[in-house]
Structures are given as structure tokens and as C-alpha cells.
């Protein structure tokens, strides 16, 4: 097993580690999501900014559901890896769908700011 850099991977390979658990937890996942949605999303965002200038008050808003449907998401990545490495009886249906209206805010979000960059690009 790669070693991970972060907080999520640190916590997923600590306490799986502490646990005993050897499955496959969404823990696993926590990092690369953060690592991909949280930091390349937005490395793309200032370079279509630095060439289109196209953030303003209402891609702000977007940005800001996005901020709220990625941690939400991640949130609920984190609750299901400890309900999975701790065997717990919880209901899987309740984190399924906190962890999908996270992913729907999450996805809109992203459509909302790709639109308006596309109508910028138009302009």
C-alpha cells in the first residue's frame, strides 16, 4: 500500500490500522476526491480565469455551493468508512442520501460555473 499525504489518507490509514481492518473502506477515496475536486478543479478555474475573466458575483455563489456540496460529500465519504471499519448498525440509506444531495449541490454547482464560462467564452 502507497503511502497517502493529507489528513484523509493519514486518518484512513491510521484508524483502519488500529482497527485491524484489511477490506476496502470509502475512506480510501477521501483523499484523492479532495485532491482532485478541491484542489485541480480550482487550478483549472484560475487559469480559465486568468483568460477569460469570467468569475463575478454569481460564479461567487456558484463556488460557494460547490465548497458546500464537495465537503458534504466528503463529510459523508468520512461517516461511511467509520460505519464500515467499525461494523456499525446504521442506516445505510440515511448516509446514501445525505452523501447524494452533497453530490447533487456538488454537480449543479459544476454545471452552473462550466455554463458561465461557456457563455463568457461566447461574449
Request: with cysteine; hydrophobic share 50%.
Amino acid at each position: 500500500m502507497s503511502k497517502k499525504i493529507g489528513c484523509g489518507g493519514v486518518f484512513y490509514r491510521e484508524f483502519t490500522k488500529l482497527n485491524g481492518f484489511t477490506g476496502f473502506t470509502t475512506l480510501s477515496v477521501v483523499h484523492t476526491h479532495y485532491l482532485m475536486l478541491g484542489m485541480l478543479f480550482f487550478l483549472m478555474l484560475v487559469l480559465l480565469e486568468n483568460n477569460f475573466h469570467f468569475i463575478g458575483n454569481k460564479v461567487t455563489k456558484y463556488l460557494l455551493f460547490y465548497h458546500i456540496g464537495l465537503n458534504l460529500t466528503a463529510i459523508m465519504f468520512v461517516v461511511r468508512g467509520i460505519v464500515q471499519v467499525l461494523s456499525l448498525d446504521v442506516s445505510s440509506a440515511a448516509i446514501s442520501g445525505i452523501a447524494g444531495i452533497g453530490h447533487l449541490i456538488l454537480g449543479i454547482s459544476m454545471v452552473l460555473v462550466l455554463i458561465s464560462i461557456r457563455k463568457c467564452i461566447k461574449d
